[in-house]
């Protein structure tokens, strides 16, 4: 054999496993689905969060929500337009809450600035798929591609492996709950459905969400300017009632059971 023959086999190697891997992820991809992109991260301030994770993220607060008035607002279906505005009202008023982001959104998200900050200011973060479809209708593998897909850019964009996950439209069964348990993600429902997406009036938003009770999980959306101005309002009538604001870990004073079910504490 000459001496070019092998890099050249080689090559030539490499070539056709790029082009049939390249292939396989479209074909098997619906073109909906955004594909993942390199994303760029601050390796100082990726190694400080992964840092962070390790000193035992999320930055839980300890509250014993078994003796206090505890609720946990919930946004989801972000990160997009409206969301600064709300981060700022939040951090405002020193509440948090758990956002549940959308992978098409957070993909979208420029430099991941949105998603960070949601981190950075102390709210929980959990996976909201990557399209938002009903994962009970898929099969296992569009799920678990779902999540992954979710999990990674994620962790990409923020150095925070989530815990919780909160399936669209609240469609779940036991494929869906196995997958989730598989990834390491607490299933998170609701009890107080404000239907914001419907009702787009904030006094209408905030009066449905002020009649949560003690261990509450509010359904709310982000993406509708509506819903965030009904924040100012339903912090209000929430407070005066007594309720301190927790992300879902800490309504339960714990890290919920990956697989499990959660619609209120
Ligand atoms: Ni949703």
Same mark, same amino acid.
């Given at each position: 054999?000459?001496?070019?023959?092998?890099?050249?086999?080689?090559?030539?190697l490499v070539v056709c496993v790029t082009y049939s891997v390249?292939?396989?992820?479209?074909?098997?991809?619906?073109?909906?689905?955004?594909?993942?992109?390199?994303?760029?991260?601050?390796?100082?301030?990726?190694?400080?969060?992964?840092?962070?994770?390790?000193?035992?993220?999320?930055?839980?607060?300890?509250?014993?929500?078994?003796?206090?008035?505890?609720?946990?607002?919930?946004?989801?279906?972000?990160?997009?337009?409206?969301?600064?505005?709300?981060?700022?009202?939040?951090?405002?008023?020193?509440?948090?809450?758990?956002?549940?982001? *959308?992978?098409?959104?957070?993909?979208?998200?420029?430099?991941?600035?949105?998603?960070?900050?949601?981190?950075?200011?102390?709210?929980?973060?959990?996976?909201?798929?990557?399209?938002?479809?009903?994962?009970?209708?898929?099969?296992?593998?569009a799920v678990r591609r779902e999540l992954k897909h979710t999990e990674d850019i994620v962790e990409q964009?923020?150095?925070?492996?989530?815990?919780?996950?909160?399936?669209?439209?609240?469609?779940?069964?036991?494929?869906?709950?196995?997958?989730?348990?598989?990834?390491?993600?607490?299933?998170?429902?609701?009890?107080?459905?404000?239907?914001?997406?419907?009702?787009?009036?904030?006094?209408?938003?905030?009066?449905?969400?002020?009649?949560?009770?003690?261990?509450? *999980? *509010?359904?709310?959306?982000?993406?509708?300017?509506?819903?965030?101005?009904?924040?100012?309002?339903?912090?209000?009538?929430?407070?005066?009632?007594?309720?301190?604001?927790?992300?879902?870990?800490?309504?339960?004073?714990?890290?919920?059971?990956?697989?499990?079910?959660?619609?209120?504490?």
């Open positions: 054999m000459r001496v070019w023959a092998l890099p050249l086999a080689l090559l030539a390249a292939y396989r992820r479209s074909a098997e991809e619906p073109s909906v689905i955004v594909p993942l992109r390199p994303v760029s991260v601050d390796p100082v301030l990726l190694a400080k969060r992964l840092a962070s994770m390790q000193a035992g993220w999320p930055r839980s607060r300890k509250f014993d929500c078994s003796r206090i008035k505890c609720v946990a607002l919930t946004f989801d279906d972000g990160p997009g337009e409206h969301t600064v505005r709300l981060l700022d009202l939040l951090s405002s008023r020193d509440v948090r809450a758990t956002f549940f982001v *959308i992978g098409q959104m957070v993909a979208a998200d420029k430099g991941g600035l949105i998603t960070r900050r949601i981190v950075d200011d102390g709210h929980e973060i959990g996976n909201h798929s990557w399209s938002h479809p009903p994962l009970a209708q898929l099969p296992h593998e964009v923020t150095g925070v492996r989530m815990r919780v996950m909160r399936p669209p439209y609240g469609s779940t069964d036991d494929g869906v709950a196995a997958e989730t348990r598989r990834e390491g993600l607490a299933q998170i429902l609701w009890n107080v459905d404000t239907l914001d997406w419907r009702d787009r009036v904030a006094s209408t938003v905030a009066k449905r969400a002020g009649e949560a009770k003690p261990g509450s *999980i *509010i359904l709310l959306h982000d993406i509708h300017p509506s819903t965030v101005d009904a924040v100012p309002a339903l912090l209000d009538t929430l407070g005066r009632k007594g309720f301190t604001f927790v992300t879902v870990s800490e309504l339960y004073g714990k890290t919920p059971l990956p697989g499990r079910t959660y619609t209120s504490r």
